[in-house]
């Protein structure tokens, strides 16, 4: 294919994938690529994580994920177009729309709010230790709905705007990888006494793919919301470049600099895991007190972006391919 082409089977198979998610979203019970990384991670970690080497055995899992999870997607993708353009689009779009996951985010949002509001706090604590690793038993309203809008920020970018990032430079292939190496980096990629080593290159591979993707994602979430937010622009990109490297992540901050900053509350502090209390970085300024109102106001900012994102492909695809058919 052309440039111009693969440009256009990008934005086409991106699109496609965001129609997939909006109206099937993830299926508990239909097979998903993501599984399929875990288990090998899982088979990985269980053989190689022993002895010594670690952190050259936990290389050998990216490198095995490079393989499988891209060079395998791409030839597959390659040989396809090869037999027809629409086959391949269509397919594409199929892989694009496992590596994103607008619908399920919010889905999980929502089961949190509903019981939060109607008081029903055990039934919100649970909902949210769905999708939390702190402890969840003691949290106040206030608390559940910081972590649920802390998951949400967080996963604008790692579940839905990156995943759309590589797709745009690399198509289903690329968006594959990357959906890849953010699952080793969930399962391995701790600074634990099992981890540390071993999930060495798992986490810094995923550092280096978020790199961009974050910071891009917090200038779109800022420019397609400040003008829902009570805040000013100046406002929320000064509390942004205050807070967003403060976060232990080096890329997670951006998305919750920016929903805080936006809302006008405050995330981090305090967690628990396990019993251990972990005192996080605060992001934003508390202006409003935390309540259930605000996770739906996280969801609808994730939408918006997401949107917003994939406008922002287009227009770019557009002019690209404007540019190399001048050339041509």
Same mark, same amino acid.
């Given at each position: 294919? $052309?440039?111009?082409?693969?440009?256009?089977?990008?934005?086409?198979?991106?699109?496609?994938?965001?129609?997939?998610?909006?109206?099937?979203?993830?299926?508990?019970?239909?097979?998903?690529?993501?599984?399929?990384?875990?288990?090998?991670?899982?088979?990985?970690?269980?053989?190689?994580?022993?002895?010594?080497?670690?952190?050259?055995?936990?290389?050998?899992? !990216?490198?095995?994920?490079?393989?499988?999870?891209?060079?395998?997607?791409?030839?597959?993708?390659?040989?396809?177009?090869?037999?027809?353009?629409?086959?391949?689009?269509?397919?594409?779009?199929?892989?694009?729309?496992?590596?994103?996951?607008?619908? $399920?985010?919010?889905?999980?949002?929502?089961?949190?709010?509903?019981?939060?509001?109607?008081?029903?706090?055990?039934?919100?604590?649970?909902?949210?230790?769905?999708?939390?690793?702190?402890?969840?038993?003691?949290?106040?309203?206030?608390?559940?709905? =910081?972590?649920?809008?802390?998951?949400?920020?967080?996963? /604008? $970018?790692?579940?839905?705007?990156?995943?759309?990032?590589?797709?745009?430079?690399?198509?289903?292939?690329?968006?594959?990888?990357?959906?890849?190496?953010?699952?080793?980096?969930?399962?391995?990629?701790?600074?634990?006494? =099992?981890?540390?080593?071993?999930?060495?290159?798992?986490?810094? /591979?995923?550092?280096?793919?978020?790199?961009?993707?974050?910071?891009?994602?917090?200038?779109?979430?800022?420019?397609?919301? !400040?003008?829902?937010? =009570?805040?000013?622009?100046?406002?929320?990109?000064?509390?942004?470049?205050?807070?967003?490297?403060?976060?232990?992540?080096?890329?997670?901050?951006?998305?919750?600099?920016?929903?805080?900053?936006?809302?006008?509350?405050?995330?981090?502090?305090?967690?628990?895991?396990?019993?251990?209390?972990?005192?996080?970085?605060?992001?934003?300024?508390?202006?409003?007190?935390?309540?259930?109102?605000?996770?739906?106001?996280?969801?609808?900012?994730?939408?918006?972006?997401?949107?917003?994102?994939?406008?922002?492909?287009?227009?770019?695809?557009?002019?690209?391919?404007?540019?190399?058919?001048?050339? $041509?």
């Amino acid at each position: 294919m $052309s440039i111009t082409q693969a440009i256009i089977a990008h934005m086409t198979a991106m699109t496609i994938a965001l129609l997939i998610d909006r109206i099937i979203g993830d299926p508990e019970n239909w097979p998903h690529p993501v599984r399929w990384f875990g288990k090998w991670i899982y088979w990985i970690d269980s053989r190689l994580n022993k002895g010594a080497g670690k952190r050259f055995k936990g290389l050998l899992l !990216v490198i095995s994920m490079a393989v499988l999870a891209g060079v395998v997607p791409f030839l597959f993708l390659h040989a396809l177009y090869g037999v027809h353009f629409i086959a391949g689009v269509l397919v594409e779009g199929v892989m694009i729309a496992t590596t994103i996951s607008t619908r $399920s985010l919010s889905e999980a949002a929502y089961k949190v709010q509903k019981p939060l509001q109607l008081g029903d706090m055990e039934k919100a604590r649970y909902e949210v230790s769905m999708i939390v690793g702190r402890d969840t038993d003691r949290l106040s309203e206030g608390e559940i709905a =910081r972590a649920t809008v802390e998951t949400v920020a967080e996963n /604008t $970018s790692d579940g839905i705007t990156a995943p759309l990032f590589y797709a745009f430079i690399g198509g289903g292939a690329l968006a594959f990888f990357y959906r890849a190496i953010n699952t080793c980096d969930s399962m391995v990629g701790y600074k634990n006494d =099992r981890y540390f080593l071993f999930g060495y290159f798992s986490a810094k /591979t995923d550092d280096v793919l978020n790199y961009i993707p974050s910071r891009l994602t917090a200038v779109v979430m800022t420019a397609v919301n !400040v003008a829902k937010s =009570r805040y000013s622009l100046g406002h929320v990109t000064s509390l942004i470049k205050r807070d967003a490297k403060k976060h232990p992540s080096p890329n997670s901050g951006y998305g919750e600099s920016a929903v805080a900053a936006l809302l006008g509350i405050q995330l981090g502090g305090l967690n628990t895991y396990k019993g251990i209390e972990s005192n996080r970085a605060k992001m934003g300024e508390p202006l409003i007190p935390l309540q259930a109102g605000h996770i739906e106001q996280a969801v609808f900012i994730m939408k918006r972006t997401v949107y917003a994102t994939w406008l922002l492909y287009l227009l770019l695809g557009g002019v690209i391919s404007a540019i190399t058919y001048t050339w $041509s």
